[in-house]
């Protein structure tokens, strides 16, 4: 079974510039997160996404983040302008959707550095 | 809000037993356990409901106490591959809207 797959690994860009970060769930996963986790910290959820419909979106800075999810299947995560705070990895995750209290499977990341 | 983990660190030899535990101010639904290696993306461990019950894969065992919003992961006969960080996510709102703790860096040495 493939995994969650994101792309690109790393990216480097100067403060206020824009960066777009790439998700593709496990086939058949409604549900789809995207994390924040800043060195040294737990991951921090920005944004959950059931098929295509925001289900919350409480901790995404909306001045400067923006998600959306096509068709229910691949997310992009914007960042514009960046920040140097905004340098962190983004981790995006999905899983089962129709009941709580299941799994999620996190891809391996895209590391953002803000310089 | 954000659950409290504890210890920040430990460092075993193989064989050797660790604890990790997880304390929140409210009140849980479940909490959910990831173990982190360096570099790479989370991985699932276990759940723990409200009520008693789990679910995971791996043979780690762990406890939940819903009164004092406390989990506590137990790892016995350590393994290398158990090094890495462990991350409790506390569900307070039954959405699996995760809050995830600090983390506890685990080593194991030979």
């Known amino acids: 079974e493939a995994g969650v797959a994101q792309s690109p690994r790393y990216k480097i860009i100067e403060k206020r510039q824009s960066v777009a970060f790439w998700c593709n769930p496990i086939s058949g996963h409604a549900t789809l997160y995207w994390y924040q986790q800043i060195l040294g910290q737990g991951p921090k959820l920005l944004i959950q996404f059931q098929n295509n419909g925001v289900v919350d979106d409480s901790q995404l800075p909306k001045d400067r983040f923006s998600a959306e999810r096509l068709k229910g299947v691949d997310s992009t995560l914007k960042i514009q302008p960046a920040k140097l705070e905004d340098s962190a990895v983004y981790l995006c995750?999905?899983?089962?959707?129709?009941?709580?209290?299941?799994?999620?499977?996190f891809g391996q990341g895209t590391r953002l550095t803000v310089v | 809000q954000q659950p409290v983990q504890s210890p920040q660190a430990v460092i075993l030899r193989e064989g050797e037993d660790a604890v990790i535990n997880c304390s929140s101010s409210k009140a849980l639904y479940s909490v959910h356990w990831y173990r982190q290696k360096h570099g790479e993306a989370p991985v699932f461990l276990m759940i723990?409901?409200?009520?008693?019950e789990q679910k995971g894969h791996e043979k780690i065992s762990a406890s939940f106490n819903e009164k004092k919003q406390q989990s506590s992961l137990y790892l016995t006969a350590s393994q290398l591959s158990y090094s890495g960080t462990y991350f409790c996510?506390?569900?307070?709102?039954?959405?699996?809207?995760?809050?995830f703790g600090t983390g506890t860096r685990l080593q194991v040495f030979p």
């Open positions: 995750a999905s899983s089962w959707s129709g009941t709580v209290n299941t799994e999620a499977f």
């Open positions: 723990l409901l409200k009520g008693g």
């Open positions: 996510g506390t569900d307070p709102y039954n959405t699996d809207k995760l809050i």
